[in-house]
């Protein structure tokens, strides 16, 4: 009798064919059609693609790198690969010459998966300028990728070779291709030093980057799965769910929220472009019943549904949400009132996984639909600490959020500094996140450290500044700062897009008296500026404001209050 892996990505899939082959893993968008891959479609295309790259010469420890979009394809290549013991790392097919050629110096691909087209973008044009400028690295082989649908002309595998090979997957003919031997770039953690070593890295992420380049972060095969089992329960997924896709599953939140459907047993509608109108169709005509991504994604849902199509999305069960623009409370009023659905807040990062902290169905809304939660995992530890002597804190005082546990990332590809600066000296993972213990268990999350404001030598979050002047009629998104005043001293300064039908009579005045009405003084902003837009980036994770940008504003506009409709 032979027995599965069951914490391998390779015994996930065959438990996953053997209990129903015929049961849909992906449902892949094609222009407006949808078209289904089975769990054991999925398989063969796993099989086969593990051929091409064993004949190409993948050996065990070598990365690949996957710069596709949303296609079940994506995951056919993490599953591939984790079969030879190489490891995977997502390259957004929206990222720059710059961002793709600091991968292919820090992860050393041997092979790179590339989309032959998609959505307009020459995804080769940007890989072939990035292998260019990093042109000190061996050149990494091609793997041409058509996706879910046939391409309307033959594609030729030769027009995509960097000078390294080139093959159209799935052709079975890799042309000869031999990938080059290529360096271990992985530095171990202080995590990755206590885990099995015969146990591969199989997947890695990159890292915000908002403390300098981004570092590249990478988890085991066994951990991969052990956290999507440990997600699928917490949020109830189970044969017969369908979850929307439509974040990245190059990054971390998207990859996080596929595993833990397959780790549940469910089915993926992979969204490679975002049209919100054509998503609610598709949610309401395969049922979705979970929904994982920031309020940017969900906000963009929340209007088009409102304004221009009510879609029925009564099967929707369970939302995991994380508010980058402060719109979480409104969506999640939203999900609960017209289809029932639970919504919680979530935490987690490149190093850590998406999704580390969830709350449960029995804590209360007003905790539930905020960042953070309870570990998902009795294997995940946590603790809150002085940031500067790495004392613990007692709950309901704020600190670093430390992590400890498998989850943690194991190794860093390319930087090995980041091992050991990422690390306290007992093995904890500094997450860089303020955050206070409940002392129930659970972790309420505050903000980047970075961004916490001392106003008056009290600790402030931006947030709770935020939150008092969303809840104004005429604010549709608000930004809080901190900027060096005269005299040393911080000062909050706060940006505002107005809603559309805002007064003209709301002016940085009269938000200042709404703020003063439930804040303290010294949390009240010491400048209101009204904008017509904030500056945004698009990441892997969703739309994020730029807080950089906006302090350069503050700090500039420190001459009077700006207002785009009066100035």
């Known amino acids: 009798m032979t027995t599965t892996d069951t914490t391998s990505l ?7 064919i053997a209990t129903d082959p015929d ?12 078209r289904t891959c089975t769990r054991a479609r999925f398989g063969e295309q796993v099989d086969a693609l593990r051929t091409e790259l064993a004949d190409a010469g993948i050996e065990s420890g070598q990365c690949i790198a996957a710069m596709l979009p949303n296609w079940s394809d994506a995951l056919v290549w993490q599953f591939a690969a984790s079969s030879l013991g190489a490891h995977v790392i997502g390259v957004n097919t929206r990222y720059n010459t710059g961002e793709v050629a600091h991968i292919l110096v820090a992860a050393r691909p041997a092979v790179v998966a590339v989309a032959a087209s998609f959505h307009g973008l020459d995804l080769f044009g940007t890989l072939s300028a990035a292998a260019e400028s990093a042109s000190e690295v061996a050149t990494p082989a091609v793997a041409v990728v058509t996706g879910p649908s046939a391409p309307a002309t033959p594609v030729d595998p030769a027009g995509f070779d960097l000078g390294g090979g080139a093959w159209l997957v799935g052709s079975g003919d890799i042309r000869g291709t031999r990938v080059p031997r290529t360096p271990v770039t992985a530095t171990v953690t202080a995590a990755g030093a206590v885990a099995d070593p015969s146990d591969l890295l199989a997947a890695a992420f990159t890292t915000s980057g908002s403390t300098g380049t981004p570092k590249l972060a990478a988890h085991r095969d066994s951990a991969v799965v052990r956290h999507g089992r440990a997600d699928a329960a917490i949020m109830g997924v189970v044969p017969g769910d369908v979850t929307l896709c439509v974040l990245p599953v190059s990054g971390v939140f998207g990859f996080s929220t596929a595993m833990a459907t397959l780790a549940g047993g469910g089915s993926l509608l992979m969204e490679p472009v975002f049209d919100a109108a054509a998503v609610l169709r598709r949610m309401q005509e395969l049922k979705v019943t979970h929904v994982v991504g920031g ?17 029925d999305l009564s099967a929707l069960k369970w939302l995991g949400i994380a508010d980058f623009l402060g719109r979480s409370h409104d969506v999640a009023r939203w999900a609960r009132d017209e289809f029932g659905a639970l919504t919680s807040g979530v935490f987690g990062s490149s190093e850590v996984f998406a999704l580390t902290l969830l709350w449960s169905a029995e804590d209360p809304e007003s905790v539930r639909w905020n960042g953070g939660g309870r570990p998902v995992a009795p294997w995940i530890e946590a603790r809150i600490v002085d940031p500067v002597d790495d004392r613990v804190l007692p709950a309901g005082e704020q600190g670093e959020l430390q992590l400890r546990g498998p989850n943690v990332v194991d190794a860093y590809l390319g930087n090995p500094e980041a091992a050991q600066r990422a690390f306290t000296a007992d093995g904890w993972f500094r997450s860089g996140d303020l955050a206070v213990a409940t002392g129930d268990g659970a972790y309420r999350f505050v903000c980047r450290m970075g961004d916490v404001l001392r106003l008056r030598g009290f600790l402030v979050d931006p947030a709770e500044i935020e939150h008092r002047l969303a809840q104004h009629p005429d604010v549709g998104i608000v930004k809080v700062v901190g900027i060096t005043g005269d005299g040393g001293y911080t000062q909050a300064v706060a940006f505002v897009v107005p809603t559309d039908d805002a007064s003209t009579d709301t002016d940085a005045d009269v938000l200042k008296r709404w703020c003063r009405e439930e804040l303290a003084a010294f949390k009240v902003p010491s400048a209101v ?10 990441g892997g994770n969703g739309t994020k404001i730029r807080a950089v940008e906006l302090r350069e504003w503050a700090q500039n506009w420190t001459d009077r209050e700006r207002d785009y409709r009066r100035d």
């Open 10 to 16: 390779t015994g996930l899939l065959a438990e996953l």
């Open 23 to 34: 049961a849909p893993l992906a449902f892949d968008v094609v222009g407006d059609e949808i």
């Open 295 to 311: 309020d940017d994604l969900f906000g963009r849902l929340y209007d088009t549904w409102h304004t221009e199509q009510r879609s």
């Open 529 to 538: 500026h009204i904008v017509d837009h904030l500056p945004t980036t698009v």
